[in-house]
């Protein structure tokens, strides 16, 4: 019990003061939101680290971010011995990170070479481009087969991380994070949940039978992204 408090307090979940223990308003959060206190000290990390940036921060950063904390370890997905060897990963691993800004970059990039080609981070590396592929909108077959897997598990790997997102959004929002920079990243949370980019998250939430993420993205890029928009449209567009 000892050690689990003074890894708390050194983490910035609790604090000890004047004979009395505290949750501090990152401890609350990870409280509410049932995330691991590594995961949550993570985050907070990741959160402070990048407050002044925050407006910058891309999805894939975020994304990475989640898949290297301890909650996001735990999320299970098969990387078979062929696609570990092939290299493919790493490769579009790597040339997702050359996009990102240079010292964003860098940093990613030397992290990953301190972890090298383990088995353990070639399968996050895949985590990490299947959730930002599938919050993106990107066709459900494209995904399938390029990372040979199946639609269900997509929808599977993409609800458990979007519970990871939402808990980031939280702990950014008390780490100093402007409002609007925090509610991305809990719009980061739905995108995973239904797999569709931002501007499709008001049409997605309707959850209307037959309108899934494909019809979403046909009618995000044909300019109409609400409900509202639907019932405005000509029937010829819809």
């Known amino acids: 019990l000892g050690k689990s ?3 708390c307090i050194e983490g ?3 604090i000890a003061e004047k004979g009395r223990l505290e949750a501090s308003s990152v401890g609350k959060v990870a409280a509410a939101k049932g995330i691991s206190v ?3 000290i ?3 990390r990741f959160a402070q680290d990048n407050r002044e940036r925050a407006a910058w921060v891309t999805p894939f950063e975020v994304i990475w971010c989640l898949t290297g904390t301890p909650d996001g370890e735990d999320v ?3 990387l078979s011995t062929l696609e570990y060897k092939s290299g493919a990963y790493t490769a579009k691993f790597a040339a997702r990170v050359k996009q990102l800004p240079g010292p964003v970059g860098e940093r ?3 992290e990953t070479g301190r972890l090298g ?3 353990e981070n070639v399968q996050r590396m895949k985590k990490a481009l299947i959730l930002t592929e599938w919050a993106e909108g990107l066709p459900t077959r494209d995904i399938e087969q390029g990372y040979h897997t199946y639609s269900g598990s997509l929808t599977g790997l993409g609800g458990e991380f979007a519970w990871l997102a939402e808990a980031m959004s939280g702990i950014a929002g008390v780490q100093g994070w402007p409002e609007d920079e925090a509610k991305r ?3 980061l949370s739905d995108q995973m949940v239904h797999g569709v980019p931002a501007a499709g998250i008001a049409l997605a939430n309707v959850r209307l039978r037959g309108l899934g993420r494909a019809r979403v993205a046909k009618l995000v890029a044909a300019g109409i992204s609400t409900l509202e928009g639907v019932v405005a449209a000509p029937l010829e567009t819809i």
């Open 117 to 119: 080609t383990t088995y």
């Open 76 to 78: 299970h997905f098969n």
């Open 185 to 187: 990243l809990a719009a």
């Open 5 to 7: 408090l003074d890894r």
């Open 38 to 40: 590594d995961t949550a």
């Open 12 to 14: 910035g979940l609790m």
């Open 108 to 110: 990613i990039t030397a």
């Open 42 to 44: 993570g985050m907070a």
